[in-house]
């Protein structure tokens, strides 16, 4: 599988990172890759044109974690990555409340566009996105994005184009 002209976008917690069960990764001690990802992040590099994170970080709202220190745990795992031969070409993140309305806010598709601003020809059409959620699910199905949904204990997704259970599965997929 080459997609040259493919982007994938990447949920972050439950997917680059184990979810931490009714908390939030506040400190990079606390973050724990997820089982295969940094055995796939090269391949995945080489396949695809663009990989974004877009993330949902309500922690910031509820004051539990600032810009600052998720920025340096975002830098933190971007060395992880690159030191595996792997990159992350950008990072978006909502730091609303679930109750707020806001366009950054999973389902809805503000990251996304974001990242179209800053890399126009992302083609929605041409991307993946790849969430253990229903709220990555729906957001990408608004865009007419491939959805791949990430098995979990945690959640279950019937929504979704593709379900894997490992970063290997993605690449075998016929899109």
């Known amino acids: 599988m080459k997609m040259d002209d493919w982007t994938l976008f990447l949920d972050r917690d439950g997917v680059i990172n184990k979810n931490i069960d009714g908390g939030y990764v506040l400190k990079w001690e606390d973050f724990e890759f997820y089982p295969g990802f940094l055995n796939s992040i090269k391949s995945l590099s080489e396949h695809f044109k663009y990989i974004i994170v877009i993330t949902n970080q309500q922690c910031i709202g509820k004051g539990l974690l600032s810009h600052d220190e998720l920025a340096e745990i975002h830098q933190q795992m971007k060395e992880v990555i690159q030191l595996n031969g792997g990159r992350i070409d950008a ?7 679930k109750s707020a309305t806001n366009l950054l806010r999973k389902p809805n598709i503000g990251m996304p566009l ?60 016929k899109f």
């Open 91 to 97: 990072i978006y993140y909502a730091p609303d409340l």
């Open 114 to 173: 974001l990242a179209k601003n800053h890399f126009p020809d992302i083609d929605f059409r041409q991307s993946i996105i790849l969430g253990d959620k229903d709220s990555d699910i729906e957001l990408g199905r608004k865009l007419e994005m491939k959805t791949v949904w990430m098995k979990n204990d945690l959640y279950f997704s019937s929504k979704a184009d593709y379900t894997i259970s490992s970063f290997e599965e993605l690449l075998e997929i």
